[in-house]
């Protein structure tokens, strides 16, 4: 029986550590997750985390718990939120995590024991869907993932475009509002302040805190409580016809459209993938991003216009970005 070339993918959100065990056809054959310590999101704290998914990962592949084939780990790819330096080692900065200059891949290989590969979650989302998802074929990819906050993915003829530094398509932290909310990474008025899971969250809190009367429906979900509503329980919410739901959701893709926009005008696309957690909405978000896109876009009427899809890997785009591009790495190395 043919041994099957298998590579390990983790992606480290804000709120969540999720690796999978994935196959050369991008497929996930076995899966584990851990929340993200709260322990101030310490370095260490972090690595001993990755390492802990790590260890139950390769233990279904070495007792062949996957029923999917015989096969080695071949490399580990790791898909973190944050910048990532171009020696796809070091995370220069991670507004949601405490890694600064942090050497990710230093840290972890004597524990791994496996050639580690480190990139943007976001630019292994996008390779992801570039390679198995909704953006086969496209030569001109932009990836935007909207969760915690947003992460852009970029990619031209078949490279992943990472800029000098290593630091391209972090399009969240384009400013939109001139001294608007002030964002973690320590501006004002960055595009993730309105267009994110953070930013429909903190509108619907607000509402409560308000005690707006047409924020009932969402306020009795959490007990009038503002600290238990969450994005996908506004997702819910939005998708069982509430009207104020379906009113946070549209100004989320109001905001979404300004930014494609901005982006359209700068690098002309082909497609726009829209992934991450609040990517879930579907149409209620991406129907009024794509009305505003068209109002916003420069030379409108006058030009081709992007796609905008949703993803089509959902939340996996990023570890199966990462398991696919650090198995490339391998066998290129």
């Given at each position: 029986?043919?041994?099957?070339?298998?590579?390990?993918?983790?992606?480290i959100?804000?709120?969540?550590?999720?690796?999978?065990?994935?196959?050369?056809?991008?497929?996930?054959?076995?899966?584990?997750?851990?929340?993200?310590?709260?322990?101030?999101?310490?370095?260490?704290?972090?690595?001993d985390?990755?390492?802990?998914?790590?260890?139950?990962?390769?233990?279904?592949?070495?007792?062949?718990?996957?029923?999917?084939?015989?096969?080695?780990?071949?490399?580990?790819?790791?898909?973190?939120?944050?910048?990532?330096?171009?020696?796809?080692?070091?995370?220069?900065?991670?507004?949601?995590?405490?890694?600064?200059?942090?050497?990710?891949?230093?840290?972890?290989?004597?524990?791994?024991?496996?050639?580690?590969?480190?990139?943007?979650?976001?630019n292994?989302?996008?390779?992801?869907?570039?390679?198995?998802?909704?953006?086969?074929?496209?030569?001109?990819?932009?990836?935007?993932?909207?969760?915690?906050?947003?992460?852009?993915?970029?990619?031209?003829?078949?490279?992943?475009?990472?800029?000098?530094?290593?630091?391209?398509?972090?399009?969240g932290?384009?400013?939109?509002?001139?001294?608007?909310?002030?964002?973690?990474?320590?501006?004002?008025?960055?595009?993730?302040?309105?267009?994110?899971?953070?930013?429909?969250?903190?509108?619907?809190?607000?509402?409560?805190?308000?005690?707006?009367?047409?924020?009932?429906?969402?306020?009795?979900?959490?007990?009038?409580?503002?600290?238990?509503?969450?994005?996908?329980?506004?997702?819910?919410?939005?998708k069982?016809?509430?009207?104020?739901?379906?009113?946070?959701?549209?100004?989320?893709?109001?905001?979404?459209?300004?930014?494609?926009?901005?982006?359209?005008?700068?690098?002309?696309?082909?497609?726009?993938?829209?992934?991450?957690?609040?990517?879930?909405?579907?149409?209620?978000?991406?129907?009024?991003?794509?009305d505003?896109?068209?109002?916003?876009?420069?030379?409108?009427?006058?030009?081709?216009?992007?796609?905008?899809?949703?993803?089509?890997?959902?939340?996996d785009?990023?570890?199966?970005?990462?398991?696919?591009?650090?198995?490339?790495?391998?066998?290129?190395?």
């Amino acid at each position: 029986m043919t041994s099957i070339d298998y590579a390990i993918g983790i992606d480290i959100g804000g709120t969540k550590v999720s690796g999978g065990v994935v196959d050369e056809m991008g497929r996930i054959v076995w899966r584990a997750r851990r929340d993200t310590p709260e322990r101030s999101k310490s370095p260490r704290v972090v690595e001993d985390t990755i390492v802990s998914v790590f260890e139950e990962l390769m233990a279904a592949v070495t007792d062949d718990r996957m029923h999917a084939g015989p096969g080695q780990v071949r490399a580990v790819g790791i898909g973190a939120a944050g910048f990532v330096g171009a020696d796809g080692a070091t995370v220069v900065f991670a507004p949601h995590l405490s890694w600064r200059n942090e050497p990710l891949r230093e840290g972890l290989s004597a524990r791994v024991g496996r050639p580690i590969y480190v990139e943007n979650d976001a630019n292994a989302a996008a390779w992801a869907e570039w390679r198995y998802g909704a953006a086969q074929g496209e030569s001109h990819l932009v990836m935007i993932t909207l969760g915690t906050g947003i992460g852009g993915g970029l990619i031209i003829d078949g490279r992943l475009q990472r800029g000098k530094w290593g630091i391209a398509a972090e399009f969240g932290h384009m400013q939109v509002v001139p001294d608007g909310q002030r964002c973690e990474c320590g501006n004002r008025g960055c595009w993730e302040q309105y267009a994110s899971g953070n930013a429909l969250v903190r509108e619907a809190r607000s509402m409560i805190l308000a005690q707006s009367p047409v924020v009932q429906d969402l306020a009795a979900l959490v007990d009038a409580e503002p600290g238990g509503l969450t994005g996908p329980l506004i997702t819910q919410a939005a998708k069982a016809g509430d009207p104020t739901a379906r009113e946070l959701l549209a100004e989320v893709g109001h905001w979404l459209g300004v930014g494609l926009a901005n982006i359209a005008a700068a690098l002309d696309p082909g497609r726009f993938v829209i992934g991450g957690g609040v990517s879930a909405a579907g149409d209620l978000l991406i129907d009024p991003a794509r009305d505003t896109f068209r109002r916003k876009l420069t030379g409108r009427g006058y030009r081709p216009e992007a796609d905008v899809v949703g993803a089509a890997l959902g939340n996996d785009a990023g570890l199966i970005g990462a398991a696919d591009l650090a198995r490339v790495q391998a066998s290129e190395a």
